[in-house]
Nanobody, 124 residues
Framework: QVQLVESGGGLVQPGGSLRLSCVIS????????IAWARQAPGKEREGVSC???????YYADSVKGRFTISRDNAKNTVYLQMNSLQPKDTAVYYCATALRTCNSDYFNYGMDSWGKGTLVTISS
């Protein structure tokens, strides 16, 4: 089982940007898919984005056009670039892995490994 460690969270004003990082133990080139999910206070965890080795990506409608997922295989790191942040984006962000391709059903099934999360707060 891989270990995942997220970082990059913090306090940002509305309209600002953040880049989250997820460092994964072991070569991410061997992981079929890597994803970001988030959990806002008092709400259920929701899928944000995923990237699979077949080139498929997925973004939740709420972040489409603002967030970008990317992978650096040489650094065993996955990133989530978040732009035009809004207070509704406030949440703990988690990275996770799974053995399936990314599509609109991706987050309807369980994940194989989870990180411990990093807190993102959007507030003026």
């Amino acid at each position: 089982q891989v270990q995942l460690v997220e970082s990059g969270g913090g306090l940002v004003q509305p309209g600002g940007s953040l880049r989250l990082s997820c460092v994964i133990s072991g070569p991410i080139s061997e992981l079929y898919s890597i994803a970001w999910a988030r959990q806002a206070p008092g709400k259920e965890r929701e899928g944000v984005s995923c990237s699979s080795i077949d080139g498929s990506t997925y973004y939740a409608d709420s972040v489409k056009g603002r967030f970008t997922i990317s992978r650096d295989n040489a650094k065993n790191t996955v990133y989530l670039q978040m732009n035009s942040l809004q207070p509704k984006d406030t949440a703990v962000y988690y990275c996770a892995t799974a053995l399936r391709t990314c599509n609109s059903d991706y987050f309807n099934y369980g994940m194989d490994s989870w990180g411990k999360g990093t807190l993102v707060t959007i507030s003026s």
